[in-house]
């Protein structure tokens, strides 16, 4: 399996997303807005749809959509702050209307379905690139932000009152979330990126004590998943983003079960 570049590639890069994806998807589910990631990776679509279309590298076009999606859903839940799901169920839906409309446009239909479930063999080069600077930059405001994060999710009142800088802290959250969402598309699918933000934290929390531990575990634990996934692709034929989901949802049984048996102990 490794004596193939393009594997190389996907397990690099499916690496590197294990350690930034549960970044974002702790952060998200504590602040309530795990639905969030399913909107962005239906807007993500779009984005897709649109570099194929123009003829330059997708993930440009995801990234830049996203990051217009992400915005758009934090500046309707502040305007309807009574209808904050709203607000995702519209991104959502406008993001997959687009993606529909625009896919009958892009020249060659399994280039567009590759972003839907993930594909280990069309990892470029210059994707890794991307993914890696995107990385780095995930991963450093990550664990600068760890507990303004932490602060903010739980409660905005008690990080603006712990001298939290609350609006600026939620904005560049937003812009981690948007980029992270966006380069997942090609490796994990599209459609299985919300997926991979929530289930390993789901994991963690059935065997952590604190936030802390949930964190750690929580990375560890969509490594093994995402490097699973990749390899059961490549050995199996199969989509990776599928493989990863049913793996993590596998994995979160056993958890659960690991749970019962720690309550009995």
């Known amino acids: 399996m490794l004596s193939y570049a393009f594997m190389q590639r996907a397990l690099l890069v499916g690496l590197m997303l ?12 504590n602040r309530r807005t795990s639905m969030i990631g ?11 749809a649109l570099g194929l279309i123009i003829g330059i590298n997708p993930i440009f076009t995801s990234v830049l959509i996203c990051i217009i999606a992400s915005f758009a859903i934090e500046l309707i839940r502040k305007k309807f702050n009574s209808f904050g799901d709203m607000a995702t169920a519209i991104i959502m839906s406008l993001g ?4 529909a409309i625009m896919s009958d ?14 594909s280990i063999t069309s990892v470029s080069k210059e994707d890794l690139i991307i993914v890696s600077v995107i990385f780095l930059l995930v991963l450093l405001f990550s664990l ?3 507990y303004p994060l ?10 603006r009152l712990s001298g939290v800088n609350s609006k600026l802290v939620s ?7 948007a980029i992270t969402v966006a380069i997942s598309a090609k490796t994990v699918g599209a459609l299985m990126i919300s997926s991979l933000m929530v289930l390993p934290v789901a994991s963690s929390l059935m065997i952590s004590k604190s936030y802390k531990e949930t964190f750690i575990k929580s990375i560890i634990i969509a490594i093994i998943y995402m490097m699973l996934g990749i390899s059961a692709s490549f050995y199996l034929g199969i989509k990776p983003g599928g493989a990863i989901v049913v793996i993590a949802v596998i994995g979160m049984v056993l958890s659960l079960i690991i ?3 720690k309550k009995m102990g």
Not at 18 to 29: A, D, F, L, N, R
Not at 38 to 48: E, I, N, W
Not at 96 to 99: F, P
Not at 106 to 111: A, K, L, Q
């Open 96 to 99: 997959i209307g687009l993606a």
């Open 18 to 29: 294990s350690i930034i994806i549960p970044m974002i998807g702790i952060v998200m589910i």
């Open 150 to 159: 932490l602060y903010n999710s739980i409660s905005p009142l008690m990080a």
């Open 105 to 118: 446009f892009t020249p060659g239909g399994t280039s567009f379905e590759s972003f839907l479930f993930g």
């Open 144 to 146: 600068y932000l760890y």
């Open 38 to 48: 399913d909107a962005l990776s239906h807007s993500s679509l779009a984005g897709v």
């Open 259 to 261: 749970q019962k048996f």
């Open 171 to 177: 904005s560049i959250f937003t812009f981690l979330t």
